[in-house]
C-alpha cells in the first residue's frame, strides 16, 4: 500500500522560508517520480516539483525556480521542498505524490496517482 505523509507546513511570515517533508512507502515497481503539488482555494493542483527516485534529476516548476528547492534522501525515501522567500500567494495545501502509470496529473512529462493528505502553509503579509 503506498503511503506518502507529508509533514513541515504551518503560518509563516512573507520572506521567510519553510521545509516540507514527504516519507513515501510502499511505492509499486514503476512508480519512479515523486512531486510536489500545490492546491490555492478556488484553484486546482498545480505541479511545483518533481524528482526521480534514482539519479540525480529534479526540479521546480520553471516560474517557481530560485525559490522553490526539491531534494531527496536517499536511505529514508524522503524528499523534501524547501522554499524560499515565502509569498503571500505560496499559501496552499501542498501535496506529496508518486508516479502511477496510465493513471492520474500529468506533471513535466509523468502522471502522478498516488497523493498524501497535503499539509497547508499560510504565508502572511
Known amino acids: 500500500q503506498v503511503q506518502l505523509v507529508e509533514s513541515g507546513g504551518g503560518s509563516v511570515q512573507a520572506g521567510g522560508s519553510l521545509r516540507l517533508s514527504c516519507s513515501a512507502s510502499?511505492?509499486?515497481?514503476?512508480?519512479?517520480?515523486l512531486a510536489w503539488f500545490r492546491q490555492r482555494t478556488g484553484s486546482g493542483r498545480e505541479g511545483v516539483a518533481i524528482?526521480?527516485?534514482?539519479?540525480?534529476?529534479?526540479r521546480a516548476a520553471e516560474s517557481l525556480r530560485g525559490r522553490f528547492w526539491v531534494s531527496r534522501d536517499y536511505a529514508s525515501n524522503t524528499v523534501y521542498l524547501d522554499i524560499e522567500r515565502l509569498k503571500v500567494e505560496d499559501s496552499a495545501k501542498y501535496f506529496c505524490?508518486?508516479?502511477?502509470?496510465?493513471?492520474?496529473?500529468?506533471?513535466?512529462?509523468?502522471?502522478?496517482?498516488?497523493w498524501g493528505q497535503g499539509t497547508q502553509v499560510t504565508v502572511s503579509s
Open positions: 510502499g511505492l509499486p515497481d514503476g512508480s519512479n517520480h
Open positions: 505524490a508518486a508516479e502511477k502509470n496510465n493513471d492520474g496529473v500529468w506533471f513535466d512529462g509523468v502522471r502522478f496517482g498516488y
Open positions: 524528482v526521480a527516485l534514482t539519479g540525480n534529476y529534479g
